[in-house]
C-alpha cells in the first residue's frame, strides 16, 4: 500500500517544484494521522537540519517541511529519494549508520540531499496514541539510488497480480471454516482504503496505475499471511497461496520504488 515516506516525499518534491503548495503536502500527511511531529535524533542532527535541541516541543509539520526545504537547498532536480528496505536488502542505504537500521525497522525513509553532499535521512514512526513523528538523522552520504526501470516493473507486476488472484483463489471457501472475513472482500476494502491517498496532478498515469497493481498485490500478500495465522496452518492450500505469493513482495518493492522515482523526476520536467 502507500506509506508515510511514499505521501511526503512525492507532495513535498512536488512543493519544492513548484507544482503543489504546502498545505498540499499537510493534507496529504494528514490521511496518515492527525498530529505530526519532526525531531532531531541527536545534536548533530540537530546541527545538520535546524531543529530545536534539545528542547523539541515546538516541532510540528511546518518545520518538518523547512526541515526537508533546508536540506535540498535550492536543488533543480529532486532532491528526495525514497527507500523501503527490509533485512537483508538495505541497497540505498549508507552503511553501518542507525538511521539504516531505524530505517529497516520501518521498512522505510526518506533521504533528502543537497547541492554539496550534505544530506539527512527522515524515518517515520508512530507512537502509542497513533501520532505520528518524522526522526532526522545528519548522513555523512547518500548511495547512489538503485535504478528502476518503469516499463520492466509494470511487466513484473502483471505477472505478480494474476499469480497472487490464483493463489488466493485457489484456497476456495476455506477461509470460512476458521470464521475469517472472505479474503477477496477483504482486498477490496484495503484497495478503497488506497483511495484516501493522493497523488499530485503531474504523477504519470502509467506510475499511478504501477501503484496502483503494486499495491493489490501487497493487499493480497497479507491477507493470505493473515489467513494463515488465523488457525489454518493445517491447510495445504492456504499453505500453497502464502507460498506463491511471498517471493513477490520483492517485485512489489521494485516496482513501487520505479513508480514514485517516475513521479518524483515528472515534477521537474517542462
Known amino acids: ?45 540537530a546541527g545538520s537540519s535546524g531543529l530545536p535541541w534539545p528542547d523539541v516541543t515546538d516541532a510540528g509539520t511546518t518545520s518538518l517541511l523547512q526541515t526537508v526545504r533546508a536540506a535540498a537547498g535550492g536543488r533543480t532536480e529532486p532532491a528526495i529519494s525514497v527507500v523501503l528496505p527490509v533485512p537483508g536488502d538495505v541497497r540505498g542505504l549508507p552503511a553501518g549508520t542507525q538511521f539504516t537500521q531505524d530505517a529497516v525497522d520501518a521498512g522505510e525513509a526518506i533521504l533528502v540531499s543537497g547541492p554539496h553532499g550534505g544530506a539527512i535521512g527522515l524515518v517515520p514512526e508512530y507512537d502509542e496514541s497513533e501520532a505520528l513523528s518524522w526522526i532526522v538523522y545528519a548522513l555523512p552520504e547518500v548511495p547512489a539510488a538503485e535504478q528502476h526501470d518503469l516499463g520492466d516493473a509494470e511487466f513484473s507486476l502483471r505477472s505478480a497480480v494474476r499469480t497472487a488472484a490464483e493463489a488466493l483463489g485457489s484456497t476456495g471457501s476455506q477461509w470460512a471454516d476458521y470464521g475469517v472475513e472472505d479474503p477477496r472482500l477483504q482486498v477490496e476494502e484495503a484497495m478503497e482504503a488506497l483511495a484516501l491517498h493522493r497523488v499530485p496532478d503531474h504523477a504519470p498515469a502509467r506510475a499511478v496505475r504501477v501503484l496502483h497493481s503494486a499495491a493489490h498485490v501487497e493487499a493480497i500478500i497479507a491477507i493470505s499471511a493473515e489467513l494463515l495465522t488465523a ?40
Not at 513535498?12 to 505530526?36: E, I
Not at 488457525?231 to 505469493?245: C, E, I, L, T
Not at 521494485?254 to 523526476?265: F, G, H, M, P, T
Open 1 to 45: 500500500m502507500w506509506c508515510p515516506s511514499v505521501s511526503l516525499s512525492v507532495w513535498a518534491n512536488a512543493w519544492l517544484a513548484g507544482q503543489a503548495a504546502p498545505d498540499d503536502v499537510l493534507d496529504a500527511l494528514s490521511a496518515w494521522a492527525p498530529a505530526q511531529s519532526v525531531y532531531a535524533y541527536d545534536a548533530v542532527a
Open 231 to 270: 488457525g489454518a496452518q493445517s491447510s495445504a492450500a492456504v499453505q500453497r497461496a502464502v507460498d506463491a505469493v511471498q517471493p513477490l513482495s520483492k517485485v512489489v518493492r521494485s516496482a513501487r520504488s520505479a513508480a514514485v522515482s517516475e513521479i518524483l523526476q515528472s515534477a521537474w520536467r517542462g
